[in-house]
C-alpha cells in the first residue's frame, strides 16, 4: 500500500476549499500536523483520503513541539516526584521526547522522580509505542539542529540525536499489526513533503537508558483527567488533542480545566496543562474563521480557562527566561492556582 503525495505547488486550494461534501476533515486535522508552510497542502491531502482521521492519528512528528517539553522540564522541580500524562500521544513519539528533555534538564533526577504515561484511544497505536521504536525524519533532525542552533537548548539537536536515537529496521510487531491495520502504513510516508521509508524516513530504536519510566495505555484521555495522589507535581500534556473536544462544543474543552481543577483542587501539589497550536488558535480570536468557532466562543473559552483557576504561565515569562524563542509561543502551557 503506497500513499500518493501531494505536490503543495499542485494543490487545487481553491477548488477544495468550496466543495461542500459531508466528510468535511476538522480543523484539527488541517493545523495539527502540518507546518504553516503546507498546511493548505496537507488540508487537501486529508480531505481527499478516506481514512484523514486515522491519518492525522497516526502521523505524529516527533519533537514537533520541542519549546513545550523543554519549558516543562525548566519549569519542573526535579527534587519532586512527578507524573506527566501525554493524551493523544499517537506511536510514542510524544512521550520519548518529553523523557529525553527531562534527562537532558534534570539529569539522573528525571529517572528517580518522573514517571510518564501515554495514552492514545487507537491501540494499535499503542502497540507501535509499546514496541519502542519510532518512525523519524531528516525533517525532525533538521528542526533539532537549527533549534540548537538558535537557542542551544535541544535536548536532541547535534550529537544528541546519535544519543538517543539508533537507525533500526521495521519492528516486527509493525508487519503484524499492518496486516490487521491496514492505515498503519501511513506511519511510513510522510503526504506533505512526499517521503516515505528509504526516502528521509527512517525508523528508530529510542535509547531508554536514564530516561523516566514510560507505560503506554489503549484508553480515552477523558478517562485520564484524575489526579494522582501520590505526587507532588502532574503534568497533563494535550498538545493537540484536546482541540478534538472542541469539534463538537467548546465546552467539551472547557470541561477538561473544570474536571482537573476538581481533581486537584485543595492538594499540595503543582498542576500543569501542556497545551499546543492548535488549541493556541482556540483561544484567539485571529483564528475565528479559519476554524469555524465564533470570537465569542473562543471568548467564552478563554475566560472559562481563568474561571477554572489556570494561568497561562508560558506567554512572556518563558520567553523572558530565555526558555523558548518568541516565534515558538505558540505552544501554551497552564498552571493551576491553588488558593
Known amino acids: 500500500m503506497r500513499i500518493s503525495p501531494v505536490g503543495y505547488n499542485r494543490c487545487p486550494y481553491n477548488a477544495v476549499s468550496k466543495k461542500n461534501i459531508s466528510n468535511q476533515p476538522s480543523f484539527t486535522s488541517i493545523f495539527a500536523d502540518a507546518k504553516p508552510e503546507t498546511e493548505r497542502a496537507y488540508a487537501y491531502y486529508t480531505l481527499m483520503s478516506p481514512d484523514f482521521s486515522k491519518l492525522k492519528g497516526s502521523s505524529t512528528r516527533i519533537f514537533r513541539e520541542l519549546p513545550a517539553q523543554l519549558s516543562i522540564a525548566k519549569l519542573l522541580n526535579p527534587d519532586k516526584k512527578t507524573h506527566i500524562k501525554v493524551l493523544g500521544v499517537s506511536d510514542g513519539s510524544e512521550a520519548f521526547a518529553y523523557a529525553i528533555a527531562l534527562k537532558e534538564a534534570m539529569g539522573d533526577k528525571a529517572k528517580e522522580n518522573v514517571r510518564i504515561t501515554g495514552v492514545d484511544i487507537q491501540k494499535p497505536l499503542i502497540e507501535c509505542a509499546k514496541t519502542g521504536r519510532i518512525v523519524c525524519s531528516d525533517i525532525?533532525?533538521?528542526?533539532?539542529?537549527?533549534?540548537?542552533?538558535?537557542?542551544?537548548?535541544?535536548?536532541?539537536?547535534?550529537d544528541n540525536w546519535e544519543k538517543y536515537l539508533k537507525k533500526t529496521e521495521r519492528p516486527q510487531e509493525f508487519n503484524a499489526l499492518i496486516q490487521k491495520y491496514p492505515y498503519l502504513i501511513y506511519m511510513e510516508n510522510d503526504p506533505v513533503?512526499?517521503?516515505?521509508?528509504?526516502?528521509?524516513?527512517?525508523?528508530?530504536?529510542v535509547n531508554k537508558e536514564g530516561l523516566p519510566e514510560i507505560s503506554f495505555e489503549a484508553g480515552d484521555m477523558r478517562d485520564y483527567f484524575t489526579s494522582t495522589d501520590?505526587?507532588?507535581?502532574?503534568?497533563?500534556?494535550?498538545?493537540?488533542?484536546?482541540?478534538?473536544?472542541?469539534?463538537?462544543?467548546?465546552?467539551?474543552?472547557?470541561?477538561?480545566?473544570?474536571?482537573?481543577?476538581?481533581?486537584?483542587?485543595?492538594k499540595n501539589k503543582d498542576v500543569y496543562i501542556v497545551t499546543g497550536s492548535v488549541e493556541g488558535k482556540l483561544v484567539n480570536p485571529k483564528?475565528?474563521?479559519?476554524?469555524?468557532?465564533s470570537r465569542q466562543a473562543q471568548e467564552k473559552i478563554k475566560s472559562a480557562i481563568a474561571n477554572s483557576g489556570f494561568e497561562n504561565?508560558?506567554?512572556?515569562?518563558?520567553?523572558k527566561k530565555g526558555i523558548i524563542p518568541y516565534k515558538e509561543t505558540s505552544t501554551l502551557i497552564y498552571k493551576m492556582q491553588n488558593k
Open 140 to 158: 525532525e533532525r533538521k528542526y533539532a539542529n537549527d533549534y540548537e542552533k538558535d537557542m542551544g537548548k535541544s535536548p536532541i539537536g547535534g
Open 193 to 205: 513533503v512526499g517521503k516515505k521509508i528509504g526516502r528521509g524516513l527512517d525508523w528508530y530504536e
Open 230 to 266: 501520590d505526587v507532588e507535581q502532574e503534568v497533563y500534556v494535550v498538545a493537540n488533542s484536546a482541540a478534538y473536544l472542541a469539534e463538537s462544543s467548546p465546552d467539551d474543552y472547557i470541561d477538561m480545566f473544570r474536571k482537573i481543577a476538581e481533581e486537584n483542587k485543595g
Open 287 to 293: 483564528y475565528s474563521k479559519t476554524i469555524g468557532i
Open 313 to 319: 504561565v508560558s506567554e512572556f515569562k518563558l520567553r
